[in-house]
């Protein structure tokens, strides 16, 4: 019991230094309403409306609350906006996209036979060569497969042909696929418009394609940036035509069952993938391929926001290869291929990079790696197909992605409800920090103080004041003790000096009210 007395009365301090700096907060805050909570001279002390008060100040509170708590909910969840900057964006300022020819049939007859040829000269027969070939589109649909093929795959590998090697000896050359090549109306070399690319189709031919695109066999080290390519106009004439050869008599494996030439439509800057399709040329038909552009940008007040909120990118926060520009579709195959090199340890033939094969260090994957792949994976016109591909109106859509809720906005947000709910603003906050902050400790220090005093002793004894020339001037409420003792120290009741014998005396105990006039 008397070590509970010191805790009892620490916890009595404390809660009479809460409850005073709470009506001290009520009295002085500029919040709408909370004056009337406490003891206000305005309501007389009527508990019945201040209880009242008290219900509408927490219902304020609490709407403030759920709409704080739905801003913040909605700022967290849905970072970004997309909205339509301009539906009239001209063309001419969009660079021509990039055209991707890739043949369906994956095996040239003719250069399957000079390999065979070059093969038997080593050692390996003519069959088995073939076997080899016949299997190849196996890398780009990744089916099943004789398993001897392994056996001849490793034959083939000491002789210095691995599968990369292979592919890129038996693909369909761009030669024999471009016989006329037509650029804004004017006839061009197609040599100097097409280049071979790896592509996940296999070896094919691209216009105006990066050069990160084009397999290790071919690349040139001294090759100058890709310029943006602009056209002026629209339709057919004012973009690509190409007169190709199917080549139906060279066929020799594919993995489908029909003939044709796959146009695949995407950034000069872009892996392509399967979304880029676009066509299939074939034999005796004419396919006009139209391009409508969308161009979305990004505001540059999207990176204040997380990247995993967001769900973009900008060009230096993409993919971890720095030689291959950062795109949608680059970074969907840079994250295949790193999952697929942590599972299979290899990279798929025609869907590796050099650049991040290097920094996975892994090799390409070759028939032995099919089984881990299979489970990730669960001039006679008539003769001859034509290609147009141009853009197909002038303007096009822009779209701009921006953040659907900048901090700025939030701030206002949240001050608006504040001020709507409570009539509250940054001053009321800084008020609030103040007296809950800065108060207490002088609370506490007059609380303490009082709780600490010595009771005044109860006088009975009667006094005489003396009042030379006129009465004193005050104002006294009823029971209020006017008398103290001539020894208790207060100069007005030191009656041995000073007093006359002349002067009126007044002998009183308790006044009800006194009005003393001059």
Not at 29 to 38: N, P, T, V
Request: glycine fraction near 6%.
């Amino acid at each position: 019991m008397v070590h509970s007395l010191p805790v009892l009365s620490a916890l009595k301090l404390a809660s009479m230094t809460i409850v005073q700096t709470f009506w001290i907060f009520c009295e002085n805050s500029s919040l709408h309403g909370l004056r009337y909570i406490g003891p206000n001279k305005a309501i007389k002390g009527n508990a019945v409306l201040r209880f009242v008060w008290s219900v509408i100040a927490m219902v304020s509170l609490g709407f403030t609350l759920l709409l704080a708590n739905s801003a913040w909910d909605q700022f967290r969840s849905n970072p970004t906006l997309t909205t339509i900057e301009t539906t009239s964006y001209p063309v001419s300022l969009i660079a021509f996209p990039s055209i991707t020819l890739c043949n369906i049939n994956k095996i040239h007859s003719t250069k399957a036979l000079e390999l065979s040829k070059q093969l038997m000269e080593l050692g390996i027969h003519s069959n088995d060569t073939m076997d080899v070939l016949y299997s190849m589109p196996r890398f780009n649909d990744y089916q099943a497969f004789d398993q001897r093929i392994l056996t001849i795959e490793q034959l083939l590998a000491s002789k210095g042909y691995d599968t990369e090697r292979l592919a890129f000896e038996v693909a369909p050359p761009c030669e024999s696929m471009m016989i006329h090549c037509f650029w804004l109306m004017k006839p061009v070399l197609c040599s100097t418009m097409f280049r071979r690319t790896k592509i996940f189709a296999g070896y094919c031919c691209s216009f105006n394609a990066d050069r990160f695109l084009e397999p290790i066999f071919t690349r040139s080290e001294n090759i100058s940036p890709q310029e943006s390519i602009h056209v002026t106009g629209i339709g057919k004439g004012e973009g690509l035509s190409v007169l190709m050869d199917i080549g139906e008599s060279y066929y020799m494996a594919s993995n489908r069952v029909s003939h044709g030439i796959e146009v695949f439509v995407h950034r000069s800057y872009d892996f392509p993938d399967v979304s880029d399709y676009t066509a299939t040329v074939q034999r005796g038909m004419e396919t006009d391929v139209s391009i409508l552009p969308t161009l979305v940008t990004a505001s540059p007040s999207l990176r204040s926001i997380p990247l995993e909120k967001r769900g973009c990118a900008f060009d230096d926060e993409g993919n971890i290869t720095t030689s291959v520009p950062y795109t949608f579709s680059n970074c969907m195959n840079e994250c295949e291929m790193r999952y697929t090199a942590g599972v299979c340890r290899c990279i798929p033939l025609f869907k590796h990079m050099v650049e991040l094969q290097a920094m996975l260090q892994v090799p390409v994957c070759g028939f032995r790696d099919l089984a881990c792949l299979m489970d990730l994976k669960e001039i006679n016109f008539s003769a001859y197909g034509m290609l147009h591909v141009h853009f197909r109106s002038t303007n096009c859509l822009k779209y701009r992605r921006e953040p659907f809720v900048t901090w700025q906005a939030l701030v206002a947000t949240f001050g608006g409800i504040l001020g709507l709910c409570f009539g509250g603003s940054i001053m009321s906050l800084i008020e609030a920090v103040f007296l809950f902050g800065v108060v207490p400790f002088t609370v506490y220090k007059a609380v303490h103080a009082k709780l600490n005093a010595h009771p005044s002793p109860t006088v009975n004894a009667i006094s005489y004041v003396n009042y030379p020339r006129h009465q004193p001037l005050g104002y006294f409420r009823r029971r209020e003790v006017m008398a103290r003792a001539i020894n208790n120290g207060d100069e007005l009741w030191k009656a041995e000096k000073g007093i006359r014998s002349d002067a009126r005396r007044w002998k009183q105990h308790y006044i009800d009210e006194l009005r003393i006039m001059p």
